[in-house]
């Protein structure tokens, strides 16, 4: 299947793309627009805890058999700088633990000028093809 | 000022209204649509993440007095059940605490059904207008 | 069994009691001590973060048949006012969701004054006895 | 002051001791004992979340001018392994972002055979000299 065959729905509505994925890490990248600001006119956090979860998810298949279904039910995140509308997000995601029933990963999101944005952790819950 | 005036872009691309706001709590609603689903065919956790963190910044403006700028610097998710497309999903922020610089809120995020979609907990950094 | 018996070593040896526990909610109490502070003179937060830890995972335990292992994996504090030694620290912790596999309990930590010195939420994993 | 002179009481209660701090980065280990175990017979997380808090502290005192005061007040972990009593625990804090108020750090702590144990984040509210 092609990368912009696997894209699901949010990722096409928002824009965003992976830019690669394998071995527990994917780098994916998020535009940002005048739609996504809060009323300081920066980039409500909401869509970069989105691009960061993303990351991470994908990080995450990327060590799994096909046929397994994960999903993150923890997300913590800490924001360090603000976002301008125009800027491309780039969030970096990495598997730190891959178990039988669960996986953690955390996430680095840059901006253009590869300045930190926020950090992230995920925890999933992982069901591979033998459990159900 | 208006309710609708007042709300911002991210929250009109997005669907979002202020229910109720004041006192230190806010119930804020979205809805779901085709557009915001993961892989799976269920609402990506980060439109969720989003909702909370909006609706945990909304009841903390309602305690702090006007001129004073806030964000969430911090923000704790654990997703404990799916959301399908086309559900209105209702977030009810809570402030926990106010200091002079900083902030803690917490959220509970609910379906149609009342069933519980995520709870959340955010920390804000409080700038008032005497401190700028 | 007596609830004396059921403690464990960790909270014997700080002085860990559960008050009651049952039906999903659980009251831990905890005495603070001059050796539990940092250079500021309070009470270091590791130790509200165990107290918290340990309420949630009695929580989760009274609604968990016997036999059950559980242990939380993910844990998110928000501290919002300090502690002095000598005080008595009680932790209110509540199942919010328990599945199959996994569990969300949230706890409050409150001084003798019933003030909030922290919000805190776990993730648990769960195996019952028929998955081993 | 001497290295050993600056252990608060907390350090000294539980034997944690600073191994290298400097420029944003700080190693704290700590033995642990039987006395820091749950039912299960392994280390309660609760001692590894002091630890991790400890380790980022430190760090992010290695960046901020003398006289600061500094807490944390937002604290979020991942347990990703077991730890068996007599086990060294080795702590790494880093800084993340150090702005006016507000710092962010990371920290990963591992068992004896550098298996990753833990993973947390943590927020610091930051008051210099001046501010006071």
Tied chains: 1, 2, 3, 4.
Aim: hydrophobic letters at 40%; a positive charge; glycine letters at 10%.
């Amino acid at each position: 299947m092609t990368e912009a065959g696997r894209r699901s729905r949010a990722w096409r509505f928002l824009g965003i793309r992976a830019v690669t994925a394998g071995d527990g890490c994917a780098v994916v990248e998020m535009p940002t627009t005048d739609d996504m600001t809060n009323h300081q006119g920066t980039v409500h956090g909401g869509f970069i805890s989105l691009l960061a979860d993303s990351a991470m998810g994908r990080a995450m298949a990327s060590v799994l058999p096909p046929g397994t279904r994960q999903f993150s039910f923890d997300l913590k995140l800490s924001f360090v700088n603000f976002v301008r509308p125009g800027e491309r997000l780039r969030a970096t995601g990495r598997v730190l633990h891959r178990g039988r029933r669960t996986g953690v990963a955390e996430c680095r999101v840059e901006g253009e000028d590869a300045r930190l944005v926020a950090t992230a952790t995920a925890s999933f819950s992982v069901y591979l093809p033998a459990d159900e």
